[in-house]
């Protein structure tokens, strides 16, 4: 059964946007590294940096040294950050050690980091010159995960967009599909797009480096994640051209991406039912479960990762929920403006953070359910007010169809428990 979706009232694509610039409480692009590096297997991300950052990836990855992870961090020591050495030939010797040791690495990436001397260096003269003392077998790129210049999902955009000049030239029709995403829900969007005859279908990041991956004018992109700006625009100099659609959750988001692709490459409608109808159902009962604590509740997101506006969407017209704000760190209207366009008018958009004054309009509107950074929640919590850590929903497989009910169910967890608490003090 097709439960109409609620109407949007003009959406909210040219709603007044509230502009912040103050503090704010995001984990910094490094943190792109713990889902990058398992998906790039052949790539190995270098950090320059402090203490601090070895620490925040070792703790975040949840990994040991000894399991040979593809990170690490060339830490500067207090001869470095005195001047007493030359940097340039101390990551020198690091990278050497390093490629000596793990000969499985094909790509390098340099990521630089916040503290004042890292900033000094010249990483990106750095990499050039050491991709022509390594080359052919290890390609060395360099892009910033620095706090000072990223929120946590920054990270990736900054990596990929790294990876855009290098890639091939090519005159061939190709679909690019760009954005990290786990193996199996990659494998289940190549799948639907094949079924329905679409291809070639080259994907940025690769697992492995890949020669066939390139780009040129009679390239069409089609982005699987919000936060890729940078990577949006990179490819957009290449000549390739962006396939704007909703981003893949839920039912409604995966079958507005895919039909925009179909559209694209002259799929009839036919086979575009044929390939989508069974996922389609399953992704519509999965939600339609996992929902019935969503219902009729609001919802207020603190900006994060840029999946906030996609996820509005989603939770509002799948799931039956009131937006109360929709917070984004930023704003990209070429990337999410097919989203806001299908987000019901009502909410307060934002843009940016002052987290002082976002916690008192969230404090004053009491929502159901507030999505928001690990920093946050706890104090919110004590306050009574239920909350969903806005970094769980990067780390958890959610797009498309198959994943649709469990991202569902994220939301609808933190409402089930309370219930749960409050019957159990009431007896």
């Not at 179909?262 to 996992?290: D, L, N, Y």
Request: net charge negative; charged share 25%; glycine share 8%.
């Amino acid at each position: 059964m097709n439960v109409p979706l609620p109407p949007t009232n003009g959406g909210c694509r040219t709603a007044p946007i509230l502009k912040e610039r103050g503090q704010r409480e995001v984990f910094c692009g490094l943190t792109g590294i713990i889902w990058l590096h398992r998906k790039m297997q052949d790539a190995f991300f270098l950090v320059v940096g402090s203490r601090t950052c070895a620490h925040l990836l070792q703790s975040a990855a949840g990994v040991m040294i000894f399991a040979e992870p593809r990170f690490g961090t060339a830490i500067l020591e207090e001869q470095d950050l005195a001047g007493m050495a030359d940097a340039h030939v101390e990551l020198d010797r690091e990278v050497e050690k390093l490629l000596a040791r793990r000969p499985d690495i094909r790509q390098l990436f340099l990521v630089g980091s916040c503290p004042s001397e890292v900033i000094k260096i010249d990483l990106a003269r750095a990499a050039e010159r050491l991709s022509q003392v390594h080359a052919p077998h290890v390609r060395v790129l360099n892009y910033s995960g620095s706090g000072i210049e990223t929120t946590f999902t920054e990270g990736e955009d900054a990596c990929l967009a790294s990876m855009v000049p290098v890639l091939k030239d090519t005159t061939a029709r190709e679909l690019l599909v760009v954005g990290a995403l786990p193996d199996v829900v990659e494998d289940q969007m190549v799948s639907l797009l094949t079924d329905m005859g679409i291809g070639p279908i080259r994907l940025l990041p690769a697992r492995r480096i890949d020669d066939t991956t390139a780009v040129g004018e009679n390239t069409v992109f089609a982005l699987t994640q919000p936060f890729l700006g940078e990577t949006h625009a990179a490819l957009e100099r290449r000549g390739a051209r962006h396939l704007a659609a909703p981003f893949p959750f839920g039912d409604e988001g995966t079958t507005a991406w895919l039909r925009t692709i179909a559209t694209e490459f002259g799929v009839s409608e036919e086979t575009f039912e044929a390939v989508t109808a069974a996922p389609r159902a399953r992704a519509r009962k999965a939600i339609a479960q996992a929902a019935e604590a969503l219902r009729g509740k609001s919802v207020f997101f603190f900006p994060d990762s840029q999946l906030e506006i996609p996820l509005a969407r989603f939770l509002t017209r799948e799931c039956g929920m009131t937006a109360i704000e929709v917070g984004s760190p930023y704003i990209h209207d070429a990337l999410h403006g097919p989203d806001l366009d299908l987000l019901p008018a009502g909410p307060q958009i934002s843009e940016g953070q002052d987290v002082d004054k976002q916690l008192a309009r969230a404090r004053a509107a009491r929502p159901d359910l507030t999505v928001c950074g690990l920093g946050l929640a706890n104090p919110l919590e004590a306050e009574g007010l239920s909350t969903k850590w806005a970094i769980e929903l990067v780390f958890t497989p959610v797009h498309f169809y198959e994943q649709a009910g469990d991202l569902a169910g994220l939301f609808s967890r933190p409402l089930r428990r309370k219930a749960v608490l409050q019957m159990e003090a009431a007896e």
